[in-house]
């Protein structure tokens, strides 16, 4: 593998080696703190737009699968940042050394950078663009590049990730085999129960602003029908259907740049229970006319303590955003629900009267814990309230 | 929540002395606990056995037990405090079976205390395998097929429905002391009767093997409020069959996806909740089949344990003060992390760096054990290192081991060698791993010998690459300054390798190499451990090296606006101005590889980010003791924890060098900054290089830094204290012969041989028995005493190369000689006496394995007067400044009539010097709780310029009371090993006891060894011949006393012909029923038991181990027995009573 140059907008370079594709790549350069799930991150949709440093130094070591993934064609990061990478994946599961991964899904990847000089950079300084480079490896080139391209609050990139047709989706949270042969046999048992109306699925749409398969997982699990639709779609359009409840997924950058979706919003409120993770969120409270800001380097990573306000618990929550809500821009309207621990950021509202919430974490999971997953149980549980 | 306030006092056990299994892991976690409850208002009564700990310090709480961990004592002490709440997760096993047996005999409960952290039902639940593994079933959680036993009968039975291989462990043992593997249905029923008499409950359970799979841990946290965090995973090296505390392990988990890790963070969830700790730390244990992913848990410590020391120091968690704080009714989110300040305890700290453990074995004390690591624990300390990859912090901690290994060195075996060393576990094998790599054997077919995770060997496999590219290299470069190579060395540095291991690949000195990397500014940078990755700031400078690229910054950006650098602490960005950045600039220009790069990105500069920031304070670096070992272990830890207080009660800055992660020393919070790293000459340096301290204290932590004296003042560092040329006085025997002679003082005769003719010509000359070792090793190893001829030629043949370099040194052995410690502390001019300590076992067996006395219990007064006088002479012609220990042995004069000598007076004695030692001894800690004065913080007080008359020290403290040390140790671990003490030391820690007189000190000291000494019943007495006479008026006084006799044929004889009753038991040679039959069925209640020679030895060995196994009390020397003698009539006459510390020396 040969030479690789990251070069961030202010002119700072770090000299790597490349252990993905060859080629360019431009994006804001975020690092994240999780210590496993690089596949999850790779394919989240939230990425779109960003190069990724991961904090941890070891990458690579369990490879790829078919199962991990956040999404479908390949990853959704622009570039791929580590300390230091290793080619003999080792796990039970791998099918793909993640180098390959990269390669075969055109992504570029830079090893062998002080990725905690980086960070710290990152911290003090701000996310900022950045550029990979495998071909050019003069720096003053590549900082004219990442000088010209538009910083990331400039346009949509929802666009580029949302899917292009409605689809349904019925597959539950990943276990291992075996384990899954136990809870089918459970399932067997439990259908031939008499109160099986109990279990009976609502129907959810999930408006995909670059959703992640496991906010799809776990509606499933929670015992919803899933139907996702473009991030466009007309709220008239999903009324019609007339769902159980509508979710305002997760996605890549600016939540002001994502107009159409604010405009629906503002029209599904009221009319269906309504969840918001992330982006979502972010979307959701400039529907309902508050405003959001962008923080300093961002939220990512596994091991943000978040408390429920209500009940006084902690969670400890996966995270991966650049901008929040300003709830007190919704006074009146909302109630925060959720505070971040680490920095006291704002993590969640809901509608002081209406059935809509949102939390600015990722519930989901995929990478990180699942302290977060009894939301889904609590959007189901909203439904039946309202039947 | 806030803090209770419905309690006011609590009580806290700690572990006892260190064993194996229990070592000073629970000393710091301990202390943290002590503190961090005092913090918030609460008093602390403290009970350990254990001297030689911070927690027994009288400042940490405020009533202070040294006293034996037994049941009776707590009672008494419960009864004296009355204490509302009893802590009992701090002090391991010990702790929580002391406070199982408190709780269900229902006296906590009539003495109105709570139990806090781990309630009762937790506690089983979590500890008895029956009741677990249910639990685990209710929680749909897999565990391995087992069963728990209680009989032989059942044991036979369900083995088949087990199958083999299968893993036996005995409830509620140490360690999981008598488990082990049966692959056979004989290995099977000899390991279950075994576990079945050594718990405590007579239980074993017999587990499904699932040896191969891959073990990892998990450290969880849980607060009143069920709010649950993990506090850091871990994958162990070694798969499962190897005890973790035998495994190589590291942080965080490798080879999990995050899929499966949040699987296992579930369980492990579950866990805690399901076993109901209602607050603290635990720790889970888990096992995944590497084909299937199936995953099982293993088991589960309610408490914190090994691995929570292990995880506080590789996260910078405080696991044991958070959960102290847990347990007075905190929730995490109440609980401010120290390292990020701003943020609360209630996260997960997230790492960017490899953590990797590897345990210290001492096999070559144990020769006759054996070596093989299974599921019973069988090392005696660890070392711990970080580095940004696993394969630099594999390579520092093997050099943190100091069994003389810089790295993974070639071995020298032929393939079969290697594959049986693959196949069976043991110490080496790591080394055994890259020899097979290098000699071609395939990742694939180590994996199927070891069940090492192919991840693991995989990166060994590129270390082996590295050494064949650093060679080649070299080889092509023609030499070692070539471009290339100098691309090399950076990359083999970032892999971990030492510079004195890459001396040896390319035939160099490690100097060579050293000035080489420097002149290339190939220089290590540090980086901190900060929970968060880096997300947060952190303000603790707790560090560790690494070597990391430079990055650039473009040239305008210096000049511009000083924002960008806001963050002061990289020095390298601290100053906007052209000065403050030449650093930074000439560490990387110098690197062949930068030049190149800096003419690729003209007008950038170069920064490698280094977080160490020095500070200018005047400050002091004091290096640590590394793992424990046997002959170096929590003692030097202690010092090196004083002189840290000392030297910040002066103002100093104190800065911390060491490797051991279970120790105080370790603690972030102990000194201002540490530095975790391993204690090797390259690592020291380049901190003292970077710190630039005032100068290095090296007395207190043992061979360890004292063995860095001499090259580190050879690169013009300041050694405080004692010059290194005294130390050389002292040690070098020529030198410290000439000093002898010059202070008029005397030593037994000896002599040096550089062959076996030699010796024996030595050894006509002055006389046998003589004392015979190498003289390049220390701590007594390979030491023995011999009687006549033969065994000396049998000794030069078996034991040791002599050699011109290496001579063997052969003194005289006083036999019957009375040995005495003396602790000295002195500024340069006046020197007082710390204490004289009068060993209990003659001179001649190790002085860390006998028992002593402060102060001397049979000594004539004007001897002890005599012996200090001579220890005072040595420190003044030393110019010792600092702590001294000196070794007398006292031999009566034979021709004196022993009426004459119990008068005393100096003519009728000889006083033979032994040994100086002009630092930190083991014995300092002990000292100081037998008087109160606390030596190391004087001493390091000392070194910095204090004199004694400054520090208010103008005479010895006399003390009223008596305390007794003994020494504990690991016989129980080594199956077949004789318990005979002798010259090479064994033990693997002490115990103290204090009382009003000896008799019940001693008594003490044996109660809190697990030898607690009867007062009625039978003794069975077998001495050797030179024995006999003085057996008598022992046996006398125990038959006058009530207890019964029991003797073999000779011994009875010779007692009875002096009038005294004797009952006859036949030898095991003899027939049935025979001694060993007797002591299985305890029908003996103490042993006296002394033998010379080899035979006699090996045919009397049965008798010590089945004492040992069935936990009869015994002596192996007749002076042990005369002080049992005198501990009997002291209890017989007199209640057994407690005392704090804080009480015994505030009355002195």
Known sequence: MGKALLVLADGTVFEGMSFGSEGEAIGEVVFNTSMTGYQEILTDPSYKGQIVTMTYTQIGNYGVNAEDIESSDGPKVEGFVVREYLDFPSNWRSQMSLGQYLRENNIVGIEDIDTRALTRYLRNNGAQMGIISTVDLNPESLLEKVKKHPAISTFDLVKDVTTKEKYSWNEGCWKIRAEEQKSRRSEEKTSELPNFRAFELKWVVVYDFGVKFNILRNLVEAGFNVSVVPAQTPAEAVLERNPDGILLSNGPGDPETVTYGIENTKKLIGKRPIFGICLGHQILGLALGGRTYKLKFGHHGGNHPVKDLKTGRVEITSQNHNYCVDINSLKGQVKLTHRNLFDGSEEGMEHVELPVFSVQHHPEAGPGPNDSTHLFKRFRKMMEEKC | ?1148
């Open chain 2, 1 to 1148: 929540m806030p803090k209770r306030t419905d309690i006011k006092k609590i009580l806290l056990i700690g572990s006892g002395p260190i064993v194996i299994g229990q070592a000073c892991e629970f000393d710091y976690s301990g202390t943290q606990a002590c503190k961090a409850l005092r913090e918030e208002g609460y008093k602390i009564v403290l009970v350990n056995s254990n001297p030689a700990t911070i927690m027994t310090d009288p400042e940490i709480a405020d009533a202070t037990y040294i006293e034996p961990l037994s049941l009776e004592i707590l009672e008494l002490i419960i009864k004296k405090e009355r204490p509302d709440a009893l802590l009992p997760t701090m002090g391991g096993q010990t702790a929580l079976n002391l406070a199982v047996e408190l709780s269900e005999s229902g006296f906590l409960d009539r003495y109105g205390v709570e139990l806090i952290g781990a309630k009762l039902p937790a506690i089983k639940k979590a500890e008895d395998r029956e009741l677990f593994k249910e639990a685990m079933r209710k929680i749909c959680l897999d565990v391995p097929k087992s069963a728990a036993i209680t009989s032989m009968k059942d044991g036979l039975d369900i083995i088949e429905h087990i199958g083999f291989p299968a893993i036996l462990r005995p409830a509620f043992t140490l360690g999981g002391t008598g488990g082990g593997i049966a692959y056979n249905i004989e290995e099977y029923r000899e390991l279950l009767e075994k576990g079945l008499k050594l718990s405590p409950v007579h239980q074993v359970l017999v587990e499904e093997s699932v040896l191969g799979w891959k073990e990892y841990e998990l450290e969880v946290m849980r607060d009143r409020k069920d709010n649950v965090v993990i506090i850091c995973s871990i994958e162990n090296f070694d798969a499962m069959g190897v005890h973790t505390g035998d495994s190589i392990t590291v942080a965080p988990a490798q080879t999990l996806t995050d899929k499966e890790y949040q699987r296992m963070r579930d369980a492990a969830i579950a866990v805690i909740r399901e076993i109901g700790v209602d607050t603290g730390g635990s720790n889970i244990q888990f096992a995944i089949n590497p084909k299937t992913g199936r995953m099982i848990v293993i088991e589960m410590n309610p408490r914190v344990s090994r691995s929570s020391a292990l995880a506080s120091k590789a996260t910078g968690f405080p696991i044991a003060k958070i959960a102290a704080k847990l347990a007075v009714g905190y929730t995490l989110d109440e609980i401010r992390n120290d390292i990020t300040r701003e943020t609360p305890a209630s996260f997960e700290p997230t790492i960017d760096y490899v953590v990797t453990k590897i345990p210290r074995f001492t096999f070559e004390k144990f020769p006759e054990a054996d070596a093989t690591l299974t599921t019973q624990m069988k090392s005696v300390g660890e070392v711990m290192s970080i580095g940004r990859t696993f394969k630099e912090s594999l390579q520092k901690a093997l050099r943190s081991l100091e069994i003389g290994s810089a790295g993974l060195e070639p071995v020298e075996a032929n393939i079969d060698t290697i594959k049986s060393k693959l196949k069976t576990p043991n110490a080496e094998r790591i080394w055994y791993i890259a020899q097979a790599l290098r000699q071609g054997m395939g990742v694939d077919e180590i994996y199927e010998l070891t069940w090492i995770d192919p991840w693991f060997l995989n990166n060994i496999k590129q270390i082996v690459e590295m050494e064949k590219g650093i060679r080649a290299e070299a080889r092509e470069s023609g030499s070692a300054e070539g471009k290339n190579f100098l691309a090399i060395l950076r990359n083999a540095k970032e892999y971990g390798f030492s510079d004195r291991r890459i001396a040896e690949l390319i035939e160099k000195t490690e100097i060579e190499i050293r000035n080489l990397r420097k002149n290339m500014g190939l220089k290590p940078v540090y980086k901190l451990v900060d929970t968060c990755a880096a997300e947060f700031e952190a303000y603790t400078p707790y560090l560790y090296s690494t070597y990391e690229k430079p990055y650039y910054s473009a040239e305008e950006r210096k000049d511009g606006s000083a924002e960008g650098w806001k963050d002061g602490r990289t020095e390298e960005r601290k100053s906007g101005s052209a000065e403050g950045w030449k650093d930074g600039r000439t560490e990387v220009r110098k690197d062949g590889s930068a030049e190149e790069r800096t003419s690729e990105v003209p007008n950038f500069k170069a920064v490698v980010d280094c977080e160490a920031n020095p500070t200018d304070k005047k400050k002091v670096i004091i290096l640590g003791s590394g793992p424990n070992r046997i002959g170096q272990g929590i003692e030097f830890d202690y010092c090196c924890v004083h002189a840290v207080f000392a030297l910040k009660e002066l103002e100093y800055e104190t800065i911390m060098v060491n490797c051991n992660p279970e120790t105080v020393s370790t603690d972030y919070d102990t000194a201002d900054r540490l530095y975790f790293e391993p204690l090797t000459i390259e690592d020291v340096l380049n901190i003292i290089e970077k710190e630039k301290p005032e100068g290095v204290i090296v007395q207190f932590g043992g061979q360890t830094p004292l063995k860095l004296a001499v090259p580190l003042e050879r690169e013009g560092v300041k050694i405080l204290g004692t010059s290194p040329d005294s130390i050389d006085r002292a040690e070098d025997r020529k030198r410290f012969k000439e000093l002898l002679h010059k202070l008029n003082l005397k030593q037994p005769e000896s002599g040096t041989a550089m062959s076996c003719e030699e010796a024996v010509n030595v050894a006509d000359r002055i006389g046998y028995p003589v004392m015979v070792r190498p003289s390049y090793v220390l701590g007594g190893r390979a030491m023995e005493i011999v009687y006549n001829e033969m065994s000396l030629t049998d000794y030069m043949r078996r034991a040791v190369k002599a050699s011109p370099e290496h001579p063997i040194l052969i003194d005289k052995y006083l036999e019957d000689a009375i040995e005495v410690d003396v602790d000295a502390i002195s500024d340069g001019v006046d020197v007082i006496i710390g204490g004289v300590m009068e060993h209990i076992e003659e001179a001649g067996i190790h002085s860390g394995d006998s028992a002593c006395s402060i102060p001397p219990y049979s000594l004539p007064s004007d001897i002890v007067d005599e012996i200090k006088r001579q220890a005072k002479a040595l420190a003044r012609e030393l110019h010792v400044v600092g702590l001294m220990n000196v070794q007398f042995a006292v031999k009566r004069k034979e021709q004196q009539s022993s009426r004459a000598a119990e008068q005393g007076g100096v003519d009728n004695y000889e006083i033979y010097i032994l040994e100086v030692n002009p630092r930190a001894s083991r014995t300092i800690p002990y000292v100081s709780k037998a008087t109160g004065i606390p030596l190391a913080k004087l001493a390091a007080k000392v070194m910095i310029g204090k004199t004694l008359k400054e520090l208010g020290i103008v005479k010895e403290r006399e003390i009223e009371h008596v305390a007794v040390k003994e020494a504990i140790f690991p016989f129980d671990r080594f199956p077949g090993v004789d318990v005979i003490l002798g010259p090479e030391m064994k033990s693997t820690g002490e115990v103290m006891g204090i009382d009003k007189d000896f008799g019940l000190a001693y008594a003490k000291a044996q109660a809190a060894s697990n030898n607690k000494i009867p007062t009625s019943g039978k003794i069975f007495i077998s001495v050797k011949d030179k024995d006999k006479p003085h057996t008598v008026e022992i046996a006398k006084s125990l038959s006058e006393m009530g207890f019964q006799l029991i003797a073999t044929r000779g011994t009875k004889q010779y007692l009875e012909d002096s009038g005294i009753n004797v009952d006859l038991i036949n030898k095991v040679t003899e027939g049935r029923p025979h001694v060993v039959d007797m002591i299985k069925n305890r029908e003996v209640n103490f042993i006296i038991n002394t033998v010379t020679g080899a035979q006699a030895q090996k045919d009397s060995l049965s008798i010590r181990r089945s004492a040992l196994q069935h936990n009869i009390p015994y002596t192996t020397t007749i002076s042990g027995a005369k002080a049992v003698l005198r501990a009997i009539e002291m209890l017989l006459k007199r209640e057994l009573s407690i005392k704090s510390i804080q009480e015994y020396h505030n009355n002195g």
